[in-house]
């Protein structure tokens, strides 16, 4: 695969930004072997927008022959007071649930989880005085504005009254980045503050410099679309109001969970929004792309409609379908049902994997549910 190739399916769907893709060229093109890494916080169940578009932009980088890394995030989920708070429940939910589903996840969509380094926040942190020297250096060259610019809307908002954990944060993600090697730092769109921090310090801190042959380099941060909430009711105004207004696990009727069931995923998108006409910040068109178009297809995609509205649509790309339903040529009731289908259908291996070996797992993890 030569570098085009490989740049090719770095930034193909669902990637939506590169910094820069100049230097993503010349990473690709010094031949060195390169590392990525993605970082996730411990919750709730994982939904489509944390497993089917992250992890299929974790297999790109894997066919592209970069290193991937999925660093689960306990520490930070604990200073987020996810799961109550509980540092214990944390660590097991990310070592069983989340570990478990990411890879059979990956393996779906045709990587190979073996393949994928899963680390621990505490085990990276553990025992490592250079991770502290590090994080130190970090916050040496940032400031206070930048970090606060560099948090959420909400986070913003509060003012004085912002807990000191939410300033803590960000200065532990710059320096994951580093800690991990990772050349090429990745998430959602709503990360790109905190990887645009981890790439004004780069050449200034004297812990764990990031190289490519023995020089010093700036990360190139890989950001990929965030999926709107199905719940939403109007367009967002910036790519950062969609950031709260994407799928979130704590909002259930926002999100379809990877394991949820064919009915309870044709019911959520039947009520999900989608206005005739409207391809912008459109869920239903979203879960369509990344369950039925994210490889190129080797046979048209065929949209059922009612006979009396002219029968079945084919369509060899997802840019014709977008323009069909632009021009009015389907109805959002057809294409939700298309979109349930083919969700359905992708999602097929991870239902079979929780239904079989995964059975105790996700059991424990919706007892854990229930009880918090």
């Known amino acids: 695969m030569d570098v085009e190739e490989r740049l090719k399916l770095i930034t193909r769907y669902p990637a939506e930004e590169v910094l820069t893709l100049e230097e993503l060229r010349g ?16 919750s709730g169940y994982i939904h489509i927008g ?103 809307i909400l986070g913003r908002k509060m003012g004085e009254s912002i807990p000191l954990a939410y300033l803590v944060y960000p200065p532990l993600q710059v320096a994951d980045v580093f800690a991990l090697g990772a050349h090429i730092p990745h998430g959602g769109i709503d990360q790109r503050r905190a990887h645009i921090l981890a790439r004004e310090v780069a050449l200034k801190v004297r812990f764990y410099p990031l190289t490519v042959d023995g020089k010093r380099i700036k990360p190139v941060a890989l950001h990929h679309k965030l999926l709107p909430a199905l719940n939403i009711s109007d367009k967002p105004k910036s790519k950062e109001e969609l950031s709260e207004m994407k799928m979130s696990k704590s909002i259930p009727q926002s999100a379809i969970f990877v394991h949820d069931s064919p009915e309870e995923i044709r019911q959520k998108i039947s009520k999900a929004y989608c206005p005739p006409r409207d391809t912008e910040y459109n869920p239903v068109l979203e879960i369509l792309r990344i369950s039925a178009f994210r490889e190129e297809r080797k046979e048209p995609f065929v949209l059922e409609r009612p006979a009396k509205y002219g029968g079945p649509l084919e369509f060899s790309s997802y840019e014709e379908l977008e323009r069909a339903y632009a021009a009015g040529q389907i109805h959002p009731a057809d294409l939700k049902n298309a979109a349930a289908d083919a969700l359905i259908k992708a999602l097929e291996p991870i239902r079979a994997f929780f239904q079989g070996p995964g059975a105790k797992i996700l059991q424990d993890m919706k007892d854990l549910v229930v009880t918090r």
């Open 27 to 42: 990473l690709l093109e010094s031949g060195y072997k390169l590392n990525h890494y993605i970082g996730f916080e411990i």
């Open 50 to 152: 944390t497993g089917l578009v992250s992890m299929s932009k974790v297999v790109d980088l894997q066919r592209a022959g970069v290193r991937p890394t999925v660093f689960l995030a306990d520490i930070h989920s604990w200073l987020n007071n996810k799961l109550g708070g509980d540092l214990d429940l944390i660590r097991r939910v990310a070592v069983s649930y989340y570990t478990a589903t990411f890879k059979k996840i990956i393996e779906a969509l045709g990587g190979d989880p073996d393949g994928v380094r899963f680390v621990l926040g505490s085990d990276l942190y553990h025992n490592n005085d250079e991770y502290w020297f590090l994080l130190m250096d970090v916050v040496r060259n940032l400031t206070l504005s930048e970090v606060r610019h560099s948090l959420t």
